[in-house]
Antibody
Framework: EVHLVESGGDLVQPGGSLRLSCAAS????????MTWVRQAPGKGLEWVST????????YDADSVKGRFTISRDNSNNTLYLQVNSLRAEDTAVYYC???????????????WGQGTLVTVSS | EIVLTQSPGTLSVSPGESVTLSCRAS???????LAWYQQRPGQAPRLIIF???FRATGISDRFSGSGSGTDFTLTISRLEPQDFAVYYC?????????FGQGTRLEIK
């Protein structure tokens, strides 16, 4: 069974940084692209970043480009999101999600973690 | 950038009825890379439909997706209590990946 567990969310001041982690199990991690999606309180879903299976290719939403960095450690089955220069509008639950396809980066997600909350406030 | 518009925003229906949710794209969605997700309160999203019409693993055949190009629908037949949730469409054929704003399905 696929299992994704996010961690690292916290209350942080504007301009601060965090590193979010997503521990994956139940599938061959290195065979799937991975994605971060966020959801502000009471709002809809927003795609944040996607990383290819080998980590060489990354894709970011314009809203986070230059501030957030997605990465992965295939030897430890872990996905990361380094979030810097945080703003109030980055306050959200951050979900990690597994790609639909094993042969390419499809950008669709078939399994999601339960999320980790990032709150940006002074 | 593709914009996805879901309608209606909220739908009030009774258990046992059937509903059709709409998702309209501002431009053609590549290769029908259109997905639907269900999100119950306090839970993570769950994939229902991918590729516009393919049910995800473990999803009841009461859920069906259709459409191509710019117009897509999700139909849920014989509504059960656990179906009342928010539904999001998503285009994943190109970046940026875009979600619709959601349709809330509530019990009448």
């Amino acid at each position: 069974e696929v299992h994704l567990v996010e961690s690292g969310g916290d209350l942080v001041q504007p301009g601060g940084s965090l590193r979010l982690s997503c521990a994956a199990s139940g599938f061959i991690f290195k065979q799937y692209a991975m994605t971060w999606v966020r959801q502000a309180p009471g709002k809809g879903l927003e795609w944040v970043s996607t990383i290819s299976r080998d980590g060489r290719d990354t894709y970011d939403a314009d809203s986070v480009k230059g501030r957030f960095t997605i990465s992965r450690d295939n030897s430890n089955n872990t996905l990361y999101l380094q979030v810097n220069s945080l703003r109030a509008e980055d306050t959200a639950v951050y979900y990690c999600a597994k790609d639909l396809a094993s042969t390419m980066t499809s950008f669709g997600s078939d399994h999601w973690g339960q999320g980790t909350l990032v709150t940006v406030s002074s | 950038e593709i914009v996805l518009t879901q309608s209606p925003g909220t739908l009030s229906v009774s258990p046992g009825e059937s509903v059709t949710l709409s998702c309209r794209a501002s431009q053609s969605v590549s290769s029908s890379f259109l997905a639907w997700y269900q999100q119950r309160p306090g839970q993570a999203p769950r994939l229902i439909i991918f590729g516009a019409s393919f049910r995800a693993t473990g999803i009841s055949d009461r859920f069906s997706g259709s459409g191509s190009g710019t117009d897509f629908t999700l139909t849920i037949s014989r509504l059960e209590p656990q179906d009342f949730a928010v539904y999001y469409c998503q285009q994943y054929g190109s970046t940026p990946v875009i979600f619709g704003q959601g349709t809330r399905l509530e019990i009448k």
